[in-house]
């Protein structure tokens, strides 16, 4: 049981909590229903989004970034890893907070937590960034994110983090 709660709350850093999202947290967001530690511009459309990635016990799922308390947005990867063309196993990272909270560097503290993970698992992590995300893409510059893949259908850049 101890296990499994350290597994939920299970990413920490000097100023952020990463909690792994459970039934109930993804029930809340798809029904529209709120959390008394939710900020009030929690969930945003991408908090959404995320909860349709959500497979109850993944690891490689959705987390709430907790800072002062408050849930002040997500971050996750889009499924557990899978082997890449080149044979190395990848996984697509997303992220994103309420707007009052941009600007303080959670976003690259909070990245920063989870690549730590995927590095101690030998896993190469990629992000879609629209070309007009300044902020996005100065957060995954910060975090090593220094190869090109193309562009999404959707016209995202696709920068790719080599294992470290």
Sequence with gaps: ??????????VGTARLD?????????????EGS??????????????????????????WGPRSIVHEGVVVGSIGFFG???DAADGTPEVEVGYGLVTSS??????????AALLRRADSAGVRVRASIAPDNAASLRVAAKAGFTGVRGTTEDGEMVLVRPVR
Excluded: K, N, S, Y
């Design 1 to 10: 049981m101890a296990e499994q709660a350290a597994q939920r709350r299970g």
């Design 18 to 30: 990463l909690v792994l999202w459970d039934e109930a947290t993804v029930r809340a967001i798809r």
């Design 34 to 59: 709120r959390h008394p530690d939710w900020h009030p511009d929690f969930p945003r459309e991408d908090d959404r989004g995320a909860a349709t990635l959500w497979r109850d016990g993944d690891p």
């Design 80 to 82: 557990p890893p899978e």
């Design 102 to 111: 941009r600007g303080l560097g959670l976003a690259t503290e909070a990245l």
